[in-house]
C-alpha cells in the first residue's frame, strides 16, 4: 500500500533484505512505520524511508518528467537528519509514557542497523532511455 509515495508495509524492503527481515520476525518486531505516516505511528523500533519511484541523483524536470518521486536521496537523508533531532526533543521534552513509548531515545540511534537499498530506479531509466555510452556517464556522475 502507498501513502504520500511511501510503501508503508515495507515488503519491498523485505523483499531484498529477507535474512534481516526473517530475523526479525522471529523476534517479533513489529513492520516500521512510514516516516510520513505520522499520526498513529510508532517509531520506537524505527522509520520506513522507502519510497516508490525515487532516485539518488537529485531529482530534475527530466527524470520528474519520467515519473520518478521527488523524494531523491538527498532529501531522505534530510528527512532522517531532522526525524532523528526532532525524536531526540520530543522525548526529552515528554512527559507522558503514551508519547514515549512510541519513540526511540537518544542511545537507540548509535545501536540501530540502518539498511540503505537505492540505485534501481536510476539504472532503469538509464537502460530504457539512453544509450549503452550514455548510460556509462550517467552512471559515473
Known amino acids: ?17 529477507g ?16 516516516y510520513l505516516d505520522s499520526i498513529g505511528a510508532n517509531f520506537q523500533h524505527g522509520a520506513n524511508y522507502a519510497a516508490s519511484g525515487t532516485t539518488i541523483q537529485l ?3 527530466k527524470l520528474y518528467g519520467a515519473g ?12 532522517f537528519d531532522q526525524f532523528t533531532a526532532r525524536t531526540r526533543e ?3 521534552q515528554s512527559k507522558t509514557s503514551s508519547i514515549i513509548n512510541t519513540l526511540p531515545n537518544s542511545e ?6 540502518y539498511t540503505v537499498d537505492m540505485g534501481q530506479n536510476d539504472l532503469h531509466f538509464a537502460l530504457t532511455t539512453m544509450k549503452d555510452k550514455q548510460v556509462h556517464a550517467f552512471i559515473s556522475q
Not at 1 to 17: E, H, Q, R, T, V
Not at 68 to 79: G, R, T
Open 90 to 92: 520530543l522525548y526529552n
Open 68 to 79: 520518478f518521486n521527488p523524494l531523491s536521496l538527498s532529501v531522505q537523508l534530510s528527512q
Open 108 to 113: 537507540d540511534f548509535s545501536r540501530a542497523i
Open 1 to 17: 500500500m502507498l501513502f504520500s509515495g511511501l510503501c508503508i508495509s515495507c515488503n519491498l524492503c523485505f523483499d531484498y533484505a
Open 19 to 34: 535474512p534481516l527481515i526473517s530475523a526479525a520476525e522471529k523476534l517479533k518486531m513489529p513492520y516500521l512505520s512510514a
Open 59 to 61: 531529482t530534475n524536470a
